[in-house]
C-alpha cells in the first residue's frame, strides 16, 4: 500500500507521539517547542515538496483519502496555525506543568484538522473531526485550576458531545439511503432518492446541525465566546484559526460533492443562515468589553461571511471561500496572539485595558491595528483582497433564477461596515485614548517568541493584501481540485 498521501499526517503523529519520551529522556521543557516546530516543519516541506513535483492527486487505499491542490492547500493552512500556536506557546506556558502533553494534543489536533483535509470519505472525515475536538476539549481545559477554563471545557465537550452525535446520526442516514459514505459515490446517488426525500432532509438538517457547531454557526453558536474567553489565549487562536477552519472543509465537501446533485433544495436554507450568522456576530461583538469575547462574535460573523461559499457553491465562490478561510488563519489567530503576549506581560483582557497601548508598545499596537483592519477588510490589506473575491461570487456566479444571492454580497458588505466600528473602538484607544489612571507607563518587554509569531502573521496579512494574484490562484486551483 502506497503512503505517500498519508507522510504529511505521519510525520506530525510521530512527532506526537514521541514528545512525551522527549520530555522524560532530557528532562527541560524547552526542548518540547523546538521538537514540535521540527515535525511541523517536516510535514510543511511533504506537502511543499508535492506542490514543486506538481505530481497530480495521490490516493490512499483505493481513494479513501487524497492529497491533492485541495488538501495540501489546508494543510498547509493548519500546519502554519500550529507552527504559529506553539511559538507563542513556548513562553505563555512557560513553567506550567504537562508541557509535553500540551505540544502532543495542538499536534494530534492538526493531524485530525489534516485528516479532514484530505478525507474523501465520510467516515474518515468523521474520525479526523473528533481527533481535533477530543485534542481541543483538553487544551482548553489545560490550566485545571482556573475556573474559567474549567467551565469553558464543560461547556466545549458538551456541545462537542451533542454535535458529534447529531453528525453520526446524520452520517448514518446517508448511508442507509446510498449504501456507501465515499462523497462521490453519495453525489451520484443523491439525484435518484426522490421517494426518500423526507430521509434525506433529515439527514442534511442532521448534518447542518453539527458541522454548524464546529463552525460556530447561528444559532449553533453559544458556546463560541465562552470557550473562546475560557480557554487559554494561545488554544483560543487554534480554535479560530484551525479547528473552525476545519469545519468548513468539511462543510465544503459534504455540500458540494455529496449533495450538489440537490443543491437547489438547500441553498437558500444555507444563505439565510449565512446572513444570520454574520448579523448576530456583528451586532453581539458592539456591545462587548472583553477583547476575546468580541473577537469571538467576530469570529462567528466571519464564519457567516465564509458560507457564501457554500450558498452560492461555483468554483469561483469556492476560491473566495478558501482565499478568505487563508487570510483568515493569519489575521484572527494573530490577533488573539498579539492578546495572549499582552496578558504575559500584565495587561488585561478588557478592551479599555488596551488605552495607551501605543506609548507601551507601538510594535503590539500597530501589529494589532492591521490584523483589526484586515478583518474589517480596509486595503490594501488581506482580508480586503478575499473580501473582494468572496463578496463578488454571488454576483459573478448568478443564474437565471438565482438572482436574490446578491443579497448575500449586500449582507456582507453590510455587515463588514458594521464591524469597522467595534474594530476601530479598539485602534482609538490604543492611540488616542490616554492610560487609565494609577496604570504602569514603562515600555512593555515583549517575549520574543510571541513577537516574532505576531510579526509572521503581521507580514502574512500586509503582503497577501499587497500581492493577492499568486494566492488567489493557488485558491483556484484547489477549488478545481476539489470539484475535479
Known amino acids: 500500500m502506497d503512503y505517500t498521501a498519508l507522510y504529511p499526517e505521519i510525520i506530525v503523529a510521530l512527532f506526537a507521539l514521541a514528545l512525551p519520551a522527549v520530555n522524560l529522556l532530557l528532562k527541560d521543557n524547552r526542548f518540547l517547542a523546538a521538537v514540535s516546530l521540527a515535525g511541523l516543519g517536516l510535514s510543511m516541506l511533504s506537502v511543499l515538496m508535492y506542490f514543486l513535483d506538481d505530481m497530480g492527486p495521490i490516493a490512499f487505499d483505493n481513494g479513501l483519502m487524497v492529497l491533492d491542490d485541495f488538501s495540501a492547500l489546508f494543510m498547509m493552512v493548519f500546519l502554519s496555525v500550529a507552527f504559529l500556536v506553539i511559538l507563542a506557546s513556548s513562553r505563555s506556558i512557560e513553567g506550567e506543568k504537562h508541557v509535553a502533553e500540551y505540544y502532543s494534543l495542538v499536534l494530534l489536533a492538526t493531524v485530525g484538522m489534516m485528516l479532514v483535509a484530505s478525507a474523501t470519505d ?85 448534518v447542518i446541525v453539527g458541522f454548524g457547531f464546529k463552525v460556530a454557526m447561528v444559532p449553533f453558536h453559544s458556546w463560541a465566546p465562552d470557550v473562546y474567553d475560557g480557554a487559554p489565549t494561545t488554544i483560543t487562536a487554534m480554535l479560530a484559526a484551525g479547528s473552525k477552519k476545519m469545519g468548513f472543509v468539511a462543510m465544503f465537501k459534504f455540500f458540494l460533492i455529496a449533495m450538489l446533485a440537490i443543491k437547489a433544495d438547500w441553498e437558500i436554507v444555507v444563505a439565510m443562515l449565512a446572513i444570520i450568522t454574520m448579523t448576530v456576530g456583528n451586532l453581539a461583538a458592539l456591545n462587548q468589553t472583553s477583547i476575546k469575547r468580541m473577537l469571538a462574535y467576530s469570529s462567528i460573523a466571519q464564519a457567516g461571511y465564509i458560507l457564501i461559499a457554500v450558498a452560492v457553491g461555483t468554483e469561483f465562490a469556492l476560491t473566495g471561500g478558501i482565499f478568505h478561510i487563508m487570510t483568515h488563519a493569519f489575521m484572527k489567530g494573530g490577533a488573539f496572539i498579539v492578546v495572549a503576549t499582552l496578558a504575559t506581560v500584565a495587561i488585561g483582557e478588557r478592551i479599555a485595558d488596551y488605552k495607551g497601548l501605543a506609548k ?39 443564474v437565471q433564477g438565482a438572482e436574490w444571492m446578491v443579497w448575500l454580497s449586500v449582507a456582507g458588505i453590510i455587515n463588514s461596515a458594521i464591524s469597522l466600528y467595534y474594530y476601530a473602538r479598539v485602534v482609538k484607544y490604543m492611540y488616542v485614548d490616554e492610560l487609565e489612571e494609577g496604570a504602569p507607563s514603562e515600555k512593555l518587554k515583549l517575549p520574543k517568541a510571541m513577537a516574532a509569531a505576531v510579526a509572521i502573521c503581521v507580514v502574512a496579512v500586509i503582503g497577501i493584501g499587497v500581492f493577492p494574484e499568486y494566492f488567489i490562484q493557488f485558491c483556484q486551483d484547489a477549488a478545481q481540485a476539489l470539484f475535479a
Open 122 to 206: 465520510l467516515f474518515v472525515l468523521y474520525v479526523g473531526i473528533e481527533i481535533t475536538s477530543l485534542s481541543s476539549y483538553a487544551l482548553v481545559a489545560f490550566r485545571k485550576k482556573d475556573i474559567r477554563g474549567t467551565e469553558a471545557a464543560t461547556k466545549y465537550f458538551i456541545f462537542g458531545g451533542i454535535s458529534s452525535a447529531f453528525t453520526l446520526f446524520g452520517i448514518s442516514l446517508i448511508y442507509g439511503l446510498t449504501g456507501t459514505t465515499s462523497f462521490e459515490e453519495i453525489g451520484a446517488l443523491v439525484g435518484t432518492l426522490e421517494e426518500y426525500k423526507e430521509m434525506l432532509w433529515m439527514a442534511l438538517v442532521m
Open 360 to 398: 507601551r508598545s507601538n510594535f503590539m499596537a500597530f501589529s494589532m491595528t492591521v490584523l483589526l483592519f484586515s478583518l474589517a477588510g480596509i486595503p490594501p490589506l488581506a482580508g480586503f483582497a478575499s473580501k473582494v473575491v468572496l463578496f463578488s461570487s454571488p454576483i459573478m456566479g448568478t
